[in-house]
């Protein structure tokens, strides 16, 4: 292994365990979607993925950017693999998309920003699968189903944008050099490429699971007031006492419109 020490600011868990790896290719869509990757580090994914098909790889880190260039040269002179030395969010406020076509992004994200990207991905219309490896806890809740104690707004954005979203397996932390204080999953979304949500949604979501342990109707009180939520209650058939994760999507979704409209009436 290169003598590279892993930065703690930029989230860095080296993955080395070969067998992981292998997993995580065999897990690939059969498609011919383009590969987008984030925050290859030394490569070892990236080694992988670009004997299959053409790809891109965001990288923030100057010191691994050097690494990659040398380890990857004939591949980028060929034209198989572009790297990107740039922070993945800043290219997405600027791009709109991380590649021009249909793409699956498949990488080992950096923790501190896994859900930021997930979230990103989900808008990205040109991106198709997600199939990344993330803390298990950031992976359950976007698996998490309706009455599940993880479930919150991650799980209903994930179901109801996606024809699926499941955890392939789990990588324990001796998989990573430095190996991290966590258990690692591998999450696989297949996102519905027919459906968006607006942002007004996202923030009903929000205020919906602000105290997730509440009553929701105490969570909805900060943006309705009490005579809306009963009217609205009674029209859904949703019980008083009801709290946030006992809500499905669909459901959520009729409440959302409900708020709207009676907000543009």
Request: proline letters at 4%; a positive charge; glycine letters at 4%.
């Amino acid at each position: 292994m290169e003598n590279v020490k892993a930065k703690k600011k930029f989230g860095q868990n080296f993955l080395k365990d070969s067998s992981i790896l292998d997993r995580i290719i065999q897990s690939m869509p059969n498609n011919n979607n383009y590969i987008v990757e984030i925050g290859p580090g030394l490569g070892d994914l990236t080694e992988k993925l670009v004997k299959y098909k053409d790809m891109t790889a965001y990288e923030v880190d100057t010191d691994l950017i050097g690494i990659l260039k040398s380890k990857f040269a004939i591949e980028m002179n060929d034209g198989k693999l572009k790297l990107i030395h740039t922070d993945v969010l800043e290219a997405w406020d600027k791009l709109g998309s991380l590649h021009d076509g249909k793409y699956d992004m498949i990488a080992n994200l950096p923790y501190y920003i896994a859900t930021n990207i997930i979230l990103r991905a989900f808008e990205d219309t040109n991106c198709e699968h997600i199939i990344v490896m993330v803390q298990k806890e950031v992976a359950q809740k976007f698996t998490a189903k309706v009455n599940q104690k993880e479930y919150s707004s991650l799980g209903i954005i994930a179901e109801t944008l996606s024809l699926y979203s499941r955890i392939l397996f789990d990588v324990p932390p001796e998989s990573f050099d430095p190996p991290p204080k966590v258990m690692s999953s591998i999450l696989c979304i297949r996102k519905d490429m027919n459906k968006s949500i607006d942002k007004s949604f996202k923030d009903f979501l929000k205020a919906c699971f602000t105290q997730p342990r509440k009553k929701l109707s105490k969570n909805l009180s900060s943006i309705l007031d009490k005579e809306k939520i009963s009217q609205y209650y009674k029209e859904l058939d949703m019980n008083d006492n009801v709290r946030p994760h006992e809500v499905s999507s669909s459901l959520y979704s009729q409440l959302h419109t409900k708020v709207k409209n009676g907000r543009n009436q």
